[in-house]
């Protein structure tokens, strides 16, 4: 009976495979708060366009305090620093992206690299298995013609 294949490296490439999972995690962490950065930032210039049109319709309302003015033109300000806070979030989160997507590369490649030395080995054995089996097949063939010759 032939040996089982067994993989020496299996607990390693187990280990890269779930260093791989966890890497994919992250990754998808990371893009789902990428797109959650994106609509914070949609939002933030939506209300911007908002007040500067609410802004624009109070210049020509004459019924409007100066200090009215002022507090709206201090909102408006508010929401301009809230966009760029917001921009410069997202370019974060993009750097960061990027990290997370290089850190999936690496583990899939290690995984992979792994897989490919497992396959040739199952290969190699499997055809050892057969050259073997040629060979006791060849055995049992000549003993069985080394009787009949005898008889």
Do not use: P, Y
């Not at 708060?33 to 049109?53: C, N, T, Y």
């Not at 301009?80 to 990027?98: C, K, M, N, P, Y």
Request: net charge negative; aromatic share 4%; proline share 0%.
């Amino acid at each position: 009976m032939a040996a089982r294949f067994q993989f020496g490296l299996e607990r390693v490439r187990d280990l890269r495979a779930h260093t791989e999972e966890q890497a994919k995690e992250q990754f998808a962490a990371s893009l789902n708060h990428l797109a959650h950065g994106e609509a914070m930032l949609r939002a933030a210039e939506h209300q911007l366009e908002l007040a500067r049109k609410e802004q624009g319709a109070g210049v020509q309302d004459v019924t409007l305090s100066g200090r009215d003015h002022l507090a709206h033109q201090a909102f408006v300000e508010r929401l301009e620093r809230s966009r760029r806070d917001a921009i410069v979030e997202i370019q974060q989160r993009e750097l960061q992206l990027a990290d997370d997507r290089q850190a999936l590369a690496r583990a899939s490649q290690e995984r992979e690299v792994l897989d490919k030395l497992k396959q040739r080995q199952k290969a190699a054995h499997l055809h050892e298995v057969d050259r073997l089996e040629r060979v006791e097949v060849d055995d049992m063939a000549m003993q069985n013609f080394v009787r009949r010759q005898a008889a």
